[in-house]
């Protein structure tokens, strides 16, 4: 299937710990983005990569790192997670200057 | 910086066409969007409006532009309970190169039988 797919899809993690969501896809784009869906399910997005070079880096704080092994994978990896970091990540990828993004289904991160 | 606004809530009685609307800060925006969220589910897109278009129609969805005004609006004819979710308006800009999308925070569509 053509898509874009993160795994996990559900990370249930402790304060403190440090963690990975993995984002890959297959459709030759090649641009892809990090979001981050709140509590109030509020959407902003925190990267974009285009040819593994980042492009776009919003006010995210430090102990989250983007990295871009290759132009079909996004990875992102958090350091001392902290509650607030609690909330669903998506990733998602576009052709560049293409009208079309597709979405991954997310990952829910839950820090307790 | 952008800034894309949508009211939080929206409540109709199924049979009844459905209007969200939106407003946007950003007047390079080349393209918007709406998207769907079904609960627990990702984000679907539903449509998308060149910045120089007035109105889209796709089966039951009206998207009208007006970009003097910067509003944009979704409208869902002969709403189904199966249109409950929340609709998100979404801007791109004019930057060309990897942009992203500057979302609104999302109006919860809520069907009264």
């Known amino acids: 299937d053509t898509a874009v797919s993160q795994t996990p899809k559900y990370l249930v993690t402790q304060m403190g710990n440090d963690k990975s969501i993995k984002c890959e896809q297959n459709l030759g784009h090649d641009t892809m983005y990090w979001y981050k869906q709140d509590s109030k399910k509020f959407l902003k997005i925190m990267f974009s990569?285009?040819?593994?070079?980042?492009?776009i880096n919003e006010t995210v704080p430090n102990r989250f790192s983007p990295k871009s092994p290759d132009k079909a994978h996004l990875n992102l990896h958090i350091n001392s997670l902290e509650l607030g970091d609690s909330a669903v990540y998506f990733c998602?990828?576009?052709?560049?200057?293409?009208?079309?993004?597709?979405f991954g289904s997310g990952t829910r991160l839950t820090v307790v | 910086g952008e800034d894309v606004e949508q009211s939080l809530f929206l409540s109709v009685r199924e049979g009844d066409s459905s209007v969200i609307n939106c407003t946007y800060t950003?007047?390079?925006?080349?393209?918007l969007y709406w998207y769907k969220q079904e609960p627990g589910a990702g984000l679907q897109l539903l449509t998308y409006?060149?910045?120089?278009?007035d109105m889209k129609q796709d089966q039951r969805l009206t998207v009208l532009l007006n970009k003097k005004d910067k509003h944009l609006s979704l409208r869902i004819a002969d709403t189904q309970t199966g249109d409950s979710a929340i609709y998100f308006c979404?801007?791109?800009?004019?930057?060309?190169?990897?942009?992203?999308?500057?979302f609104g925070k999302g109006t919860h569509l809520i069907i009264q039988p």
């Open positions: 979404a801007e791109r800009g004019s930057g060309g190169g990897a942009d992203g999308l500057t």
């Open positions: 990569y285009n040819n593994k070079e980042l492009i």
């Open positions: 950003d007047s390079s925006s080349t393209y």
């Open positions: 998602a990828s576009s052709p560049l200057g293409a009208v079309g993004y597709t």
């Open positions: 409006i060149f910045s120089n278009m």
